[in-house]
């Protein structure tokens, strides 16, 4: 087997894949280039869209070029695989903003030097915006068939559940095949990686660059990844784990791959990190908590730099076993001023955003789940004043693993 597809398996990236024997005797070959498309409906990436990232890099560790397509285009109308309702149509200077944005991100993980090897961003807004509707039709629509888009997931699962499906979103996939015509024809681009979600719509741009000009692509999807708990990836009880520092501090990011279940830190480390598959062999049996840390390190130092790896561990080690205040803590500030209106524990806990439900917070308050300062809180009325922050702060903890700094300004 190739080295780049033997690797992709190793690391638990595969799941499917068009012409596997022929993909693979043809990387043995020669260098391609191989795309990746997202969808620029936020400011930032999350950590769900990680795993495809990684494939970006391992492209570019086996000599391959990759293509990342910010869909400036395709945003516009929303992917409705996995979706139960019509996304909101975001305006154009919120795609253009969001577009930016997700490229500097891409920009960090990936080589930018290299120039065989340097990744290639296109915004298919620039072909599809010009789209001739008739022309279109008469010879992209021809080689697609109702029957068959039918049969696919993203629009048989809304149909079955008897939810809307917009003509907008039911043209998705259309849209997202001939996007790998386009780079195809523009780019050489012979190789398109998604999620498994995406295997209809990447089957269709196989099919359709066949019929269209009778060349041969192929396609490759990875696993959807969830956490041990079934929880989706990306997602916390806080919310999104954002890409951007501007959203989640490096060192909530660095706690967010610190807490993860023992059952999955072997298997982010082959998936996450670029830690070889011979070391991680070697060190799996390891300590649980030392390679937890290891795997914080690792994918934060790939983010954010190895001094914000290094600032999180000692955040994280003063904040745990020395029960310190931090210096690198998430903190909010409250007003001394807004203390004469009585703020409760309830109140200052959902200020902080560390819960947001105040019957979860109660519940946390009769389990002795809360503290202030690292002792336990027992009473939901207990009133915020001056006297209980030490030096102008207060440490407010939920749990082991959730805190945070309230500085009195």
């Keep these: 087997m190739n080295n780049f597809l033997k690797e992709f398996k190793d690391r638990g990236l595969f799941y499917q894949c068009t012409g596997e024997e022929d993909l693979s005797k043809l990387l043995e070959k020669e260098k391609i280039n191989s795309y990746i498309g997202f969808d620029c409906t936020a400011e930032s990436l999350h950590v769900g869209s990680l795993l495809q990232i990684m494939c970006l890099r391992l492209?570019?560790?086996?000599?391959?070029?990759?293509?990342?397509?910010?869909?400036?285009?395709?945003?516009?109308?929303?992917?409705p695989s996995g979706?139960?309702?019509?996304?909101?149509?975001?305006?154009?200077?919120?795609?253009?903003?969001?577009?930016?944005?997700?490229?500097?991100?891409?920009?960090?993980?990936?080589?930018?030097?290299?120039?065989?090897?340097?990744?290639?961003?296109?915004?298919?807004?620039?072909?599809?915006?010009?789209?001739?509707?008739?022309s279109f039709l008469r010879d992209i629509g021809k080689h697609f068939t109702i029957n068959k888009m039918l049969s696919f997931d993203s629009v048989k699962t809304r149909l079955e559940r008897e939810q809307s499906l917009?003509?907008?979103?039911?043209?998705?996939?259309?849209?997202?095949?001939?996007?790998?015509?386009?780079?195809?024809?523009?780019?050489?681009?012979?190789?398109?990686?998604?999620?498994?979600?995406?295997?209809?719509?990447?089957?269709?741009?196989?099919?359709?660059?066949?019929?269209?000009?009778?060349?041969?692509?192929?396609?490759?999807?990875?696993?959807?990844?969830?956490?041990?708990?079934?929880?989706?990836?990306?997602?916390?009880?806080?919310?999104?784990?954002?890409?951007?520092?501007?959203?989640?501090s490096p060192y909530d990011y660095w706690q967010f791959w610190r807490?993860?279940?023992?059952?999955?830190?072997?298997?982010?480390?082959?998936?996450?990190?670029?830690?070889?598959?011979?070391?991680?062999?070697?060190?799996?049996?390891?300590?649980?908590?030392?390679?937890?840390i290891l795997l914080a390190n690792k994918t934060t130092e790939m983010l954010h730099g190895k001094q914000e790896a290094e600032n999180s561990k000692e955040t994280a080690k003063q904040t745990f076993a020395d029960n310190s205040l931090g210096n690198n803590l998430p903190s909010i500030s409250i007003a001394e001023k807004e203390l004469k209106n009585k703020i409760t524990?309830?109140?200052?806990?959902?200020?902080?955003?560390?819960?947001?439900?105040?019957?979860?917070?109660r519940r946390l308050i009769k389990g002795n789940g809360i503290k202030m300062n690292n002792n336990v809180i027992l009473?939901?009325?207990?009133?915020?004043?001056?006297?209980?922050?030490?030096?102008?702060?207060?440490?407010?903890?939920?749990?082991?693993?959730?805190?945070i700094k309230v500085k009195l300004t």
Excluded at 60 to 77: A, C, D, F
Excluded at 345 to 360: C, Q, R, T
Aim: charged letters at 30%.
């Design 259 to 292: 807490n993860i279940d023992d059952r999955d830190v072997v298997k982010f480390l082959k998936t996450f990190t670029d830690i070889s598959i011979g070391e991680i062999e070697e060190i799996k049996n390891n300590n649980i908590n030392d390679l937890k």
């Design 59 to 79: 492209l570019q560790k086996h000599g391959h070029r990759p293509i990342v397509l910010l869909g400036g285009g395709t945003t516009r109308i929303g992917d």
């Design 83 to 134: 979706k139960d309702k019509t996304r909101t149509i975001l305006s154009e200077d919120e795609i253009e903003r969001n577009i930016k944005n997700i490229e500097k991100i891409l920009k960090i993980f990936l080589d930018i030097k290299d120039p065989k090897t340097k990744p290639i961003f296109v915004n298919n807004y620039s072909w599809l915006k010009n789209l001739n509707y008739i």
């Design 345 to 361: 524990i309830i109140d200052l806990i959902i200020l902080s955003k560390l819960e947001n439900s105040k019957s979860e917070i």
């Design 379 to 403: 009473d939901e009325k207990l009133i915020v004043t001056k006297n209980l922050f030490q030096e102008n702060l207060i440490k407010l903890s939920l749990g082991k693993k959730r805190h």
């Design 166 to 248: 917009s003509y907008m979103e039911f043209n998705y996939m259309i849209l997202q095949a001939y996007d790998f015509l386009e780079l195809n024809k523009k780019e050489n681009c012979i190789l398109q990686i998604g999620g498994s979600d995406q295997w209809g719509n990447i089957v269709n741009g196989v099919d359709l660059i066949k019929r269209y000009s009778n060349k041969q692509a192929y396609g490759l999807t990875t696993p959807l990844i969830t956490l041990a708990s079934g929880a989706k990836m990306g997602k916390t009880e806080s919310g999104a784990v954002w890409l951007d520092k501007k959203f989640l």
